[in-house]
T-cell receptor, first 109, second 111 residues
Framework: NAGVTQTPKFQVLKTGQSMTLQCAQD?????MYWYRQDPGMGLRLIYY???????DKGEVPNGYNVSRLNKREFSLRLESAAPSQTSVYFC????????FGPGTRLTVT | GENVEQHPSTLSVQEGDSAVIKCTYS??????FPWYKQELGKRPQLIID?????GEKKDQRIAVTLNKTAKHFSLHITETQPEDSAVYFC??????????FGTGTSLTVIP
């Protein structure tokens, strides 16, 4: 049981480049989330998916898109990266409490 | 939507003393309140939780209390140890909705 897995762990992008962060969970959870964490800002919700086939915007969705590929996988895409998107990104899933992935540290130069 | 406020943002205690972190929420529909501990460079991990039909829950040195009338809940850590040093997050959840997190409390336990 791997829990929530994310790839990559680290990434450096130049402004304007695109990339997709991958996330998968093997706990058969219906709900999945993408958060970003910045110093002093806590965990801010980007997008969430309450069930397969549905996605909803969170607190800070601008500049991001998501795909709930199936029940296990929920990806986050940055179409044109900006320095303001430098952050640590956590994928998570939930049944009762939230289980977090290990995080992706993204730097946009 | 729900709004969760967490205080204090930083907390320093002497080893062996108690630490208390408080959170308030705004939406009376919230019915589940987990607490997470995040060590430096790691993911947040669930340490204790409480549901709206319970007033208090304890697990060894940590306890959580919930006051539904006042819409606040608190984390209590007794006999603190250096390994308790971390950032702690509270959260509120509405069934079928999403988790709303507080902004975190950085706890330092001084040996």
């Amino acid at each position: 049981n791997a829990g929530v897995t994310q790839t990559p762990k680290f990434q450096v992008l130049k402004t304007g480049q695109s990339m997709t962060l991958q996330c998968a969970q093997d706990m058969n959870h219906n709900s999945m989330y993408w958060y970003r964490q910045d110093p002093g800002m806590g965990l801010r919700l980007i997008y969430y998916s309450a069930s397969e086939g549905t996605t909803d915007k969170g607190e800070v969705p601008n500049g991001y898109n998501v795909s709930r590929l199936n029940k296990r996988e929920f990806s986050l895409r940055l179409e044109s990266a900006a320095p303001s998107q430098t952050s640590v990104y956590f994928c998570a899933s939930s049944d009762t409490g939230v289980d977090f992935g290990p995080g992706t540290r993204l730097t946009v130069t | 939507g729900e709004n969760v406020e967490q205080h204090p943002s930083t907390l320093s205690v002497q080893e062996g003393d108690s630490a208390v972190i408080k959170c308030t929420y705004s939406d009376s529909a919230s019915n589940y309140f987990p607490w997470y501990k995040q060590e430096l460079g790691k993911r947040p991990q669930l340490i204790i939780d409480i549901r709206s039909n319970v007033g208090e829950k304890k697990d060894q040195r940590i306890a959580v209390t919930l006051n539904k009338t006042a819409k606040h809940f608190s984390l209590h850590i007794t006999e603190t140890q250096p390994e308790d040093s971390a950032v702690y997050f509270c959260a509120a959840y509405i069934t079928g909705n999403q988790f709303y997190f507080g902004t975190g409390t950085s706890l330092t336990v001084i040996p």
